[in-house]
């Protein structure tokens, strides 16, 4: 897969810089715009981009596909305590550019018969919902968003999408765990989509009865450490129902139940 340097058209801040300092050890979120046709032609929701994030760090960094938009495309990032990748990333100006490849893993799976769709998004997660949610708004699908966070800041979504709000703080919507709010929504929806932090993801695991989620078709995107990116390093392998998978290739998303959850934190991947 080729490298190519990529254009930056845009890259600013998203969401206050205090967002999640606290809770998670984040440092703000950013939205990038970048020019690559060739990787926009065939980007899937669901599939990831790898982005070579400068001189300090020898491996490149995965990033979900956010948005397309003609021959540009945008990544929603969280920059990290102490994330050489991502505050290299947030550093880089327009009129720069960013070596990057891809799109890479096997994206997200709409059923033909499927209707409505459900999407659960916890923080950054939101980041390859989006581009699901568009795509599927654009195919005349309904789509309900479930979006927590830890408070008010949160990613504008456009009016299109039904969107419904958890924060932990209850400054905006409901006071508490996204995933709480399931058992309302689920029963309408033949597919479920969810994204965010590895415990939400474990979360819906360990509580499917409770909240409805048993016998229902849940894909989910694994965000694990990667190094390579293109199967090569197995950096990334996590354990399944149906052996040993690398996320990059074989993923990022899978079935909910298809995951080994017990033995995630025993993979190398495993975050
Ligand atoms: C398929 C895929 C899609 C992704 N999409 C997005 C996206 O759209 N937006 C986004 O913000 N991030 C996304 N990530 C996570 C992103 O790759 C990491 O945040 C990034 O690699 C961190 O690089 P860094 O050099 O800044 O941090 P590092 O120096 O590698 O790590 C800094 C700190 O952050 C922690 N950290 C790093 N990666 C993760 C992680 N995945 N989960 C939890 N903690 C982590 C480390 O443990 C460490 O404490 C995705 C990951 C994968 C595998
Ligand atoms: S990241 Fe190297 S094999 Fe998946």
């Known amino acids: 897969m080729n490298l190519i340097d990529a254009g930056i058209v845009e890259n600013r801040q998203a969401l206050p810089g205090h967002w999640h300092v606290h809770a998670r050890g984040l440092m703000g979120s950013w939205l990038i715009w970048l020019r690559c046709p060739d990787i926009v032609r065939e980007a899937k929701p669901g599939q990831f981009i790898m982005v070579r994030c400068g001189p300090e760090t020898t491996l490149p960094r995965p990033f979900s596909i956010h948005r397309v938009d003609g021959d540009h495309l ?24 960013a070596p990057i490849f891809g799109p890479l893993g096997n994206g997200f799976a709409i059923d033909p018969k499927a209707r409505n769709l459900l999407l659960v998004a916890g923080g950054t997660g939101i980041a390859p919902l989006y581009f699901l949610a568009e795509h599927a708004v654009k195919n005349k699908l309904k789509v309900t968003l479930l979006y927590g966070t830890v408070d008010k800041n949160r990613y504008p979504v456009p009016g299109v999408i039904e969107a419904v709000a958890a924060t932990e703080d209850g400054s905006v919507g409901e006071k508490g765990l996204i995933t709480d709010l399931l058992p309302r929504f689920v029963e309408s929806a033949d597919q479920v989509f969810a994204c965010g932090p590895m415990p939400m993801l474990r979360d819906m695991f360990n509580r ?64």
Request: one cysteine or more; hydrophobic letters at 35%; a positive charge.
């Open 208 to 271: 499917q009865r409770e909240l409805k989620l048993e016998g229902r078709p849940v894909q989910i995107s694994l965000e694990v450490r990667m190094g390579c990116g293109v199967g090569v390093c197995y950096g990334c392998t996590v354990k399944t129902k149906n052996g040993l998978k690398q996320v990059c290739q074989d993923g990022p998303i899978f079935d909910l139940n298809e995951i080994l959850w017990d033995e995630l934190g025993l993979c190398p991947g495993g975050s």
């Open 74 to 97: 945008s990544l929603f990032y969280a920059v990290r305590e102490g994330g050489r990748g991502t505050t290299w990333l947030a550093g880089q100006k327009a009129g720069a550019s």
